[in-house]
């Protein structure tokens, strides 16, 4: 059993920073990639960014230049920095824990393991 435990949300103004973090505990089984996701309004959990036990990384366009996932591999932590965030950014962010697709990199199978959600609510 993987239990995704996440931390690092809050509220902040437009322009400032949080970092989430997303530790992996107890199986190692299906923890080699680490995913962030948020929730949009009308859809199902969107894809934020993803890392691998190897540190290969995935940041979504919509984000790219703004926020970078990272790993401490001794601890099976991933951490979502986010910077110059805006109020669209408001969601909750869920960690997600998955395999790399035979597809290859950043393809990757996601488990049925997630995080209990941290809000990040970022005012004007």
């Known amino acids: 059993q993987v239990q995704l435990v996440e931390s690092g949300g809050g509220l902040v103004q437009a322009g400032e920073s949080l970092t989430l973090s997303c530790a992996a505990l107890?199986?190692?089984?299906?923890?080699?990639?680490l995913a962030w996701f948020h929730r949009v309004p009308g859809k199902e959990r969107e894809l934020v960014a993803a890392?691998?036990?190897?540190?290969?990384?995935f940041v979504a366009d919509s984000v790219k230049g703004r926020f970078t996932i990272s790993r401490d591999k001794g601890k099976n932590t991933a951490y979502l920095q986010m910077n110059s965030l805006k109020p669209e950014d408001t969601s909750v962010y869920y960690c997600?824990?998955?395999?790399?697709?035979?597809?290859?990199?950043?393809?990757?199978?996601?488990?049925?393991?997630w995080g209990q959600g941290t809000q990040v609510t970022v005012s004007s």
């Open positions: 107890g199986d190692t089984i299906c923890v080699s990639v």
């Open positions: 890392v691998t036990d190897d540190g290969r990384t």
């Open positions: 997600n824990s998955g395999a790399v697709s035979t597809l290859g990199w950043p393809a990757f199978v996601s488990c049925d393991y």
